[in-house]
């Protein structure tokens, strides 16, 4: 999932029939896949029937603990209110407007620090600070300044992510070798060229990897953003869940969320994949 | 013979928090039109930092100097640079690393592009013009460099040990073929190289420069009797080994 460098790709690789070694090994690869995925399939089913069994047989408290049948059945009763794709919609647009906008506005100022040496030196100490400060101190600040909304929701998606993708994104574009800088700059290459020819595409791992992180930071963000403030949203079910001591919906909750994140974040693994093959086999 | 660049007492001084570099001091040059130079000195002497100078990249602190007789004050077409690794990109093709020069200059034409295939094709590239730099052996990649340098098509070649990255065979090799494609396309060639075999077996002349501050300590010029000079042929010269000696005392490199 991490590799970038498909070096040596296809230099050893002899174009000849596939030999019967080859093929017995390409088979015993495929088996190993199987038998991982099927254990992973396992463990997940193995940990939700022994959920539901212990809270059947009252080994834990299913008021406490909740359990399978009852998400399925909140689920069943969100949906029949006409309320369950409400919330999650709400959730995701969030998420995705505050992904968006942080990896954007990140890429932007990574860029013009790196353009500016002075700007950078300066802003050096003020990142450091706002990169270790808990980001989530400043939701009351936000909530005060901009009112209790989505909007304020974004902005503390964005309070959590930006410092992060301006750090990786920048740290992408300073360990780029400064040869091949000076070899666009030798046939007259602006300092714009060298940002497009050079820094970008050789940047692209970091600002992928700023991607993947960002995903994650963003759910963290919205969820804060909406304890703090929503009245609609997975966040708020969660808070409401537990204010009125409803463990189900909380769970549920939880459940939902998980599978939202897991899968916004394959789907930044797809543009990866995709990217790259756009740039075929790049780097 | 028409002089191509000329140097007038070139100096630099490199500045730093912890002081001052001296890297160069006094450096009088003129390198003619088709020549070959080489220029040899001890690591850290300071030849880097003159191709840097010479490619306009790198303002002298003292001197100036002169391409066609005019002044040179910032990078040109007409001179090409070679690094010690080739830098290919490795998110372009071949073709698309050859074009970098003629993109950034805005010079992509059907003309261009054409010349482009005919250089790869004469030199053995053209099959792999769609494959990536990592899909190339070294020496290759070498050629593909030299290509991308010679797309502009520039009067002089500045190599900065363009092969000491390759290993020992591919480095004799490649070598015999940058110096037949820099022959027949008819440029100017300095290479700086800390290898004085290579040196004596490319130059018209080998410049020895002193320990830093480089300065030019001897200037020897490289006449061999052989039918086809190339540096293979030029390393079974007779005189090949005696000007080995002479220059391996001038450069007086203690272990
Ligand atoms: N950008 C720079 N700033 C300060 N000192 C430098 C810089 N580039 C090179 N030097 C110093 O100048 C001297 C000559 O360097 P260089 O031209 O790279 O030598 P060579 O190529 O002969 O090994 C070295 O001592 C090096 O440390
Ligand atoms: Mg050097």
Same mark, same amino acid.
């Given at each position: 999932?991490?590799?970038?460098?498909?070096?040596?790709?296809?230099?050893?690789?002899?174009?000849?029939?596939?030999?019967?070694?080859?093929?017995?090994?390409?088979?015993?690869?495929?088996?190993?896949?199987?038998?991982?995925?099927?254990?992973?399939?396992?463990?997940?089913?193995?940990?939700?029937?022994?959920?539901?069994?212990?809270?059947?047989?009252?080994?834990?408290?299913?008021?406490?603990?909740?359990?399978?049948?009852?998400?399925?059945?909140?689920?069943?009763?969100?949906?029949?209110?006409?309320?369950?794709?409400?919330?999650?919609?709400?959730?995701?647009?969030?998420?995705?407007?505050?992904?968006?906008?942080?990896?954007?506005?990140?890429?932007?100022?990574?860029?013009?620090?790196?353009?500016?040496?002075?700007?950078?030196?300066?802003?050096?100490?003020?990142?450091?600070?706002?990169?270790?400060?808990?980001?989530?101190?400043?939701?009351?600040?936000?909530?005060?300044?901009?009112?209790?909304?989505?909007?304020?929701?974004?902005?503390?998606?964005?309070?959590?992510?930006?410092?992060?993708?301006?750090?990786?994104?920048?740290?992408?574009?300073?360990?780029?070798?400064?040869?091949?800088?000076?070899?666009?700059?030798?046939?007259?290459?602006?300092?714009?060229?060298?940002?497009?020819?050079?820094?970008?595409?050789?940047?692209?791992?970091?600002?992928?990897?700023?991607?993947?992180?960002?995903?994650?930071?963003?759910?963290?963000?919205?969820?804060?953003?909406?304890?703090?403030?929503?009245?609609?949203?997975?966040?708020?079910?969660?808070?409401?869940?537990?204010?009125?001591?409803?463990?189900?919906?909380?769970?549920?909750?939880?459940?939902?969320?998980?599978?939202?994140?897991?899968?916004?974040?394959?789907?930044?693994?797809?543009?990866?994949?995709?990217?790259?093959?756009?740039?075929?086999?790049?780097? | 013979?028409?002089?191509?660049?000329?140097?007038?007492?070139?100096?630099?001084?490199?500045?730093?928090?912890?002081?001052?570099?001296?890297?160069?001091?006094?450096?009088?040059?003129?390198?003619?039109?088709?020549?070959?130079?080489?220029?040899?000195?001890?690591?850290?002497?300071?030849?880097?930092?003159?191709?840097?100078?010479?490619?306009?990249?790198?303002?002298?602190?003292?001197?100036?100097?002169?391409?066609?007789?005019?002044?040179?004050?910032?990078?040109?077409?007409?001179?090409?640079?070679?690094?010690?690794?080739?830098?290919?990109?490795?998110?372009?093709?071949?073709?698309? /690393?050859? #074009?970098? $020069?003629?993109?950034? *200059?805005? +010079?992509?034409?059907?003309? !261009?592009?054409?010349?482009?295939? =005919?250089? @790869?094709?004469?030199?053995?590239?053209?099959?792999?013009?769609?494959?990536?730099? /990592?899909? #190339?052996? $070294?020496?290759?990649? *070498?050629? +593909?460099?030299?290509?991308? !340098?010679?797309?502009?098509?520039? =009067?002089? @070649?500045?190599?900065?040990?363009?092969?000491?990255?390759?290993?020992?065979?591919?480095?004799?090799?490649?070598?015999?073929?940058?110096?037949?494609?820099?022959?027949?396309?008819?440029?100017?060639?300095?290479?700086?190289?800390?290898?004085?075999?290579?040196?004596?077996?490319?130059?018209?002349?080998?410049?020895?420069?002193?320990?830093?501050?480089?300065?030019?300590?001897?200037?020897?010029?490289?006449?061999?009797?052989?039918?086809?000079?190339?540096?293979?042929?030029?390393?079974?010269?007779?005189?090949?080994?005696?000007?080995?000696?002479?220059?391996?005392?001038?450069?007086?490199?203690?272990?």
């Amino acid at each position: 999932m991490f590799k970038y460098y498909p070096q040596d790709a296809d230099k050893n690789i002899p174009e000849t029939p596939i030999s019967p070694e080859h093929m017995r090994y390409l088979k015993k690869i495929r088996r190993e896949k199987i038998i991982i995925r099927l254990t992973q399939l396992i463990i997940l089913f193995l940990a939700f029937a022994l959920w539901e069994i212990f809270a059947r047989l009252r080994i834990v408290d299913p008021f406490i603990t909740s359990q399978p049948s009852r998400i399925i059945q909140t689920m069943g009763n969100l949906y029949r209110e006409g309320v369950l794709f409400q919330h999650i919609g709400v959730t995701c647009l969030e998420t995705v407007i505050g992904f968006l906008l942080g990896t954007i506005i990140g890429v932007i100022a990574a860029i013009t620090l790196w353009w500016s040496k002075f700007l950078s030196e300066v802003m050096e100490p003020y990142l450091v600070i706002l990169n270790s400060l808990p980001k989530i101190a400043l939701g009351p600040v936000f909530i005060v300044w901009i009112g209790a909304g989505p909007v304020a929701i974004i902005v503390m998606t964005l309070a959590i992510s930006l410092i992060v993708t301006i750090l990786e994104v920048l740290s992408g574009f300073l360990s780029v070798d400064q040869e091949k800088i000076k070899l666009v700059q030798i046939f007259g290459g602006s300092r714009f060229q060298v940002l497009t020819k050079v820094l970008l595409p050789a940047s692209f791992p970091n600002i992928i990897n700023a991607l993947k992180v960002n995903v994650g930071l963003s759910w963290v963000g919205v969820i804060v953003g909406e304890f703090l403030v929503s009245k609609a949203g997975l966040g708020y079910l969660i808070v409401y869940g537990g204010q009125v001591f409803k463990l189900d919906l909380v769970m549920t909750s939880v459940v939902i969320l998980g599978m939202a994140a897991a899968i916004m974040y394959q789907g930044v693994v797809y543009l990866e994949r995709f990217l790259l093959r756009k740039n075929q086999r790049g780097f | 013979m028409k002089a191509k660049v000329e140097l007038h007492n070139i100096g630099m001084k490199y500045q730093s928090p912890n002081g001052e570099i001296n890297a160069l001091e006094n450096i009088n040059l003129t390198v003619y039109d088709r020549e070959f130079v080489c220029i040899v000195g001890p690591s850290g002497c300071g030849k880097s930092t003159l191709l840097s100078i010479m490619s306009g990249l790198l303002p002298p602190t003292s001197g100036y100097l002169l391409l066609n007789g005019e002044k040179i004050t910032g990078t040109s077409k007409k001179i090409g640079y070679m690094l010690q690794k080739d830098h290919l990109f490795g998110w372009r093709t071949i073709l698309e /690393n050859v #074009l970098l $020069g003629l993109e950034i *200059q805005k +010079a992509i034409t059907p003309e !261009t592009k054409a010349r482009a295939a =005919e250089l @790869l094709k004469t030199y053995g590239l053209y099959e792999f013009r769609n494959k990536y730099p /990592n899909q #190339l052996s $070294g020496g290759m990649r *070498q050629r +593909a460099a030299l290509i991308r !340098t010679l797309m502009t098509d520039p =009067e002089i @070649l500045l190599l900065d040990e363009a092969f000491s990255a390759l290993d020992y065979q591919t480095r004799l090799a490649v070598t015999e073929d940058i110096y037949g494609i820099i022959k027949q396309e008819n440029k100017t060639a300095i290479l700086v190289t800390h290898d004085i075999a290579e040196a004596i077996s490319m130059a018209n002349r080998v410049i020895c420069l002193s320990k830093r501050p480089g300065t030019i300590k001897n200037i020897y010029e490289i006449n061999l009797t052989c039918t086809k000079r190339t540096p293979l042929s030029s390393r079974e010269a007779p005189e090949f080994r005696h000007y080995f000696q002479s220059i391996w005392k001038e450069l007086d490199i203690h272990v």
